[in-house]
Every structure is written in structure tokens, then in C-alpha cells.
């Protein structure tokens, strides 16, 4: 099956990993994926072919827009592949009424939201998200983001540049990261360096604008500055799990609005994968439904949070033991391969 993928590429943030890991897959399994856009595009597999494609995967992430293209193009891909071939994956939970959860928001006002809504049901009547609490009856569940069991690194914790890593953009993530730091304040000596990478943490993001609220980028410099933190740039998505394995353990954070809609995301794996323990700032409920009972002690306690990152500090075996079950986990029930026949599946339904 030959599908072709619709989605606005950044190859330092968002599902980089996994358009370049479905394209790997679908060759491993027979089949052939291709992201929609001039072959110049970047380093994936574009093309604007689509005469021979089976189906068309509308990925929404950011905006429904198109990276490389114009409605000629929107008219090509609707008009080549009939309706009930195309599916539409809402990864940021824009297919909804407009939801805000303490300053974070999928819209800034129903206008907004009933557009949106719009484009993806004059695309398809598939339409799915990567939640297992979908909140329209309409949605249904895929989870499009996966896990791949080449990535994983030896766990080892006998020369750590840093006790905490954290790779990731700040887009309205700084109450959790403020959060997990001021935890790890409180035992300041025993965490050694702590570092982040990403846009948005020590200065404003390349995004900002005034169509952005500042809320999605707020942080606290001087803060950070304080607590002696290390601040890196971005980088690109095929470095990401080896950057995490600098730290003894790496927080696991959503923006407000992707923990109220209970989304996955490619860290929701990636992370698991890397030569680090996952520290998880998120609703025990979801962790369990994700990755098993198993991983409800690496969760982050509200009562003397402190405790369980001095405790993971000092033992890391014990929690290593914990990571390689997680990663047993996710490899028998989350690999693209399982993913990439869901989705095949869907197409054919």
C-alpha cells in the first residue's frame, strides 16, 4: 500500500521521529509512505505524486495548513483519493470546541474552533486522536505516535554529565517544568548539573509573534539562572534520545491542555527508550493506562516530590529495572509496525 502523508515538517520539534520512522517501517512491511511536498523539500521522502497513492493521511499538527503547496494542492490530494480512503489524525486536539486549561488553549475562541472543525470534516469522516478519551463521539482512537525498540541505549549510570536532562521546547510547559525544578531545588546539591534543551526556556522562542500569546513561551530566566541551569538550543529529532541519556533521570511533561485531553505524544515513548530514568509529572491514571502498573513509581509524588528524585538519584539501579520492563511494555504493544497495520486497517474500513 503506497499512503501518502500531509503534514507541516519541523524537523526539531514535533513528530519528526515519526513520519521518519513510518517511512522506515512501511518499507520493512512492503509497503511505501511518503510525505506529500517537492522532493527538495528536506531530508524525508517528499513527493507530489499522488495518482498511484492508496490512501492520504491528513497528520494535524500546528495548523491545517500546508508546509509546501496552496489550494491547487488541497484540491489534488481531495480530488485524486476518494473520501473514505482519507483519514485525518488530530495530534494537538484542535477537534474540539475551544477547551482552555490554565492559560494553555487548542483555540482561542469558538470562531476559530468551528473553522477548524470544518476543514477536517470536509476532509474525511475519520477522524481520529492520539488519546484514549476522545471527547466527541465522532473521534476515535490512534495513537499515531510509537515506540521503536532499535532505539534503545544500555542503561548506565556510572558517568552522568548531569543529574537532570531534559530535551524539549517550552510551548506552555513552563508551570510543569517549574514545577519538577522547584522539587529538585530542595536537594540542589545532590542533583549535580541540570540541563534543558529547546527553544523558549532562557529566551523567546523564533516563533514568537504578536499573533502568539505569551503565555505558550512564559518562563523565568532569572529563575533558571538562580538554580544554575543549562540552557542548549534546539535540535534536530534523530539526536533527541541520545541528548536525554546525558541525565540520571529526565522529566516526562505535557502542556496543560495535552494532560486535560489525556494525548500522547512522541515524547510518550522516545523517552522510555533513552540511557535515563523517566521521572513522570502526569496523572498516575494515565501513566498506568499507558504504560502498565509497573510505572507508578516513577511517577512524580505531589506530596514531597523531592524524595522520589533524591531517591532515584541514589538508586538508580532499582528504577532502571522498572525502565526495562516499561521498554518490554511498549515494544509488544506500541511499535510503529503495530501502528503502520492499525493505520492500514483504518484505511480499509
Not at 496552496?70 to 476518494?82: F, K, N
Not at 488553549?105 to 476532509?123: E, F, M
Not at 531534559?166 to 531545588?185: A, D, H, Q, T
Request: hydrophobic share 40%; aromatic share 12%.
Amino acid at each position: 500500500m503506497r499512503l501518502i502523508f500531509v503534514h507541516y515538517v519541523y524537523e526539531d520539534r514535533g513528530s519528526a521521529q515519526d513520519l521518519h520512522n513510518y517511512c522506515e517501517v512501511a518499507k520493512a512491511l512492503g509497503h511505501k509512505v511518503i510525505i506529500y511536498g517537492p522532493p527538495d523539500a528536506g531530508s524525508f521522502n517528499y513527493s507530489l505524486s499522488v495518482d498511484d497513492a492508496d490512501a492520504v493521511i491528513f497528520i494535524i499538527e500546528w495548523t491545517t495548513a500546508l508546509q509546501h503547496g496552496d489550494q491547487i494542492d488541497w484540491a489534488r490530494l481531495v480530488g485524486s483519493i476518494p473520501r473514505h480512503r482519507r483519514v485525518v489524525i488530530d495530534c494537538d486536539g484542535k477537534y474540539n470546541d475551544a477547551i482552555s486549561v490554565v492559560g494553555d488553549y487548542n483555540h482561542p475562541d469558538a470562531v476559530q474552533s468551528r473553522a477548524w472543525t470544518a476543514i477536517c470534516d470536509s476532509l474525511s469522516d475519520k477522524i481520529y486522536q492520539p488519546t484514549l478519551h476522545p471527547l466527541r463521539p465522532n473521534v476515535q482512537t490512534f495513537f499515531f505516535h510509537a515506540y521503536n525498540p532499535a532505539w534503545e541505549t544500555p542503561l548506565d549510570f556510572a558517568a552522568k554529565e548531569y543529574g537532570m536532562f531534559y530535551v524539549g521546547n517550552n510551548w506552555f510547559r513552563w508551570g510543569p517544568m517549574r514545577r519538577v525544578l522547584e522539587s529538585v531545588e530542595q536537594i540542589r546539591t545532590h542533583v549535580g548539573r541540570i540541563g534543558l534543551i529547546g527553544y523558549g526556556w532562557d529566551s523567546s522562542p523564533p516563533w514568537a509573534n504578536p499573533t502568539i500569546i505569551e503565555a505558550a513561551y512564559q518562563s523565568d530566566p532569572g529563575y533558571l539562572k538562580r538554580l544554575n541551569v543549562e540552557v542548549r538550543p534546539s535540535i534536530r529529532f534523530d539526536q533527541v534520545i541520545e541528548a536525554m541519556g546525558l541525565g540520571m533521570f529526565t522529566p516526562v511533561i505535557y502542556r496543560p491542555l495535552f494532560d486535560h485531553l489525556q494525548l500522547v505524544t512522541c515524547r510518550t515513548f522516545e523517552t522510555v527508550a533513552a540511557n535515563t530514568i523517566p521521572v513522570f509529572g502526569l496523572d498516575a491514571k494515565f501513566v498506568e493506562e499507558i504504560y502498565g502498573a509497573a510505572a507508578l513509581e516513577l511517577v512524580l509524588p505531589t506530596e514531597r516530590p523531592e524524595a522520589k528524585a533524591l531517591d532515584i538519584l541514589q538508586r538508580p539501579e532499582h528504577y532502571a529495572e522498572i525502565v526495562r520492563g516499561l521498554r518490554q511494555h511498549l515494544a509488544e504493544h506500541h511499535s510503529y509496525a503495530a501502528r503502520l497495520r492499525q493505520l492500514i486497517e483504518i484505511v480499509n474500513s
